[in-house]
């Protein structure tokens, strides 16, 4: 990961250009409130990077720009070489197919069984052969630990294995870029570790790209190569988990840490 400063965006920057994502100059606004502002910063394919800060600091709203449930006002985001923003709607579904996301809610299809779940998107968005989506998702669920619970609606299943099968549905896809909203946010608190260990063994395992949003600090530390600290839409410190957790420079920082670890 790399971020960029510019004239308006933080001094506490560092310089960088280049990465399978990239936003330049990134700015949004909802109504009088601005939730990014002149936004520069990069993440290099294969590295896993971790946005943490306060809620509203703008980090979720990255995340629903590269899904493009959000437009920027101003600025270009790319991914994978590829103009996601500002670009028209053929060429912005093309490089959306790069990238995954597993949202803090689970979103699957009640009237699907989990193994539908997983293959609908390969087979109707990608054109897959359905013995080659069902393969592929049976190989997911036995990753994810529910290999036994093709069948089953998502309705039979707790929370956490509900997660864990929309993580298996977005690998389904073979993103470049898999993206983590705060997906243990809505789980009882016993079922969190499971779901973290299953991204824990991902980020491991394979050699994706992840963006991830979390208040999971030990999870933060454990999976990123990078750790970026948010506020006011800006990023105001950026560093290794060591660096960040450990020896933080920014009294922002230091003061977010102080009240969530």
């Not at 948010?230 to 977010?256: L, M, N, Q, W």
Request: charged fraction near 25%; include cysteine; glycine fraction near 8%.
């Amino acid at each position: 990961m790399r971020t960029e400063s510019t004239p308006e965006s933080s001094p506490e920057s560092t310089a960088g250009t280049t990465g399978l994502i990239r936003f330049t100059n990134v700015s949004k606004r909802f109504g009088g409130t601005t939730v990014l502002e002149n936004l520069c910063f990069s993440v290099d394919a294969g590295k896993h990077v971790t946005l943490i800060g306060p809620s509203g600091s703008g980090k979720t709203t990255i995340l629903r720009m590269l899904m493009t449930l959000e437009k920027p006002d101003r600025g270009t985001i790319d991914v994978n070489g590829g103009r996601l923003f500002p670009a028209d709607e053929k060429q912005r579904r093309e490089v959306r197919k790069q990238i995954g996301m597993v949202f803090q809610q689970f979103n699957l299809f009640p009237n699907m069984s989990v193994l539908r779940n997983i293959t609908e998107a390969p087979v109707k968005v990608l054109g897959l052969g359905r013995d080659e989506a069902v393969e592929r998702a049976r190989d997911l669920l036995d990753l994810v630990g529910l290999a036994d619970r093709a069948d089953a609606r998502p309705s039979q299943l707790s929370g956490g294995q509900q997660q864990r099968v929309a993580i298996a549905r977005a690998l389904a896809m073979r993103p470049k870029v898999l993206l983590l909203d705060e997906v243990t946010s809505a789980l009882d608190p016993e079922l969190v570790a499971g779901v973290l260990d299953v991204l824990r063994d991902i980020a491991r395992s394979t050699d994706i790209t992840m963006l991830c949003v979390t208040h999971e600090m030990n999870f933060a530390r454990d999976i990123s190569d990078e750790v970026l600290m948010f506020d006011s839409g800006r990023v105001i410190e950026a560093g290794s988990p060591g660096k960040i957790f450990s020896e933080p420079e920014h009294e922002r920082t230091r003061e977010f840490l102080g009240a969530v670890l």
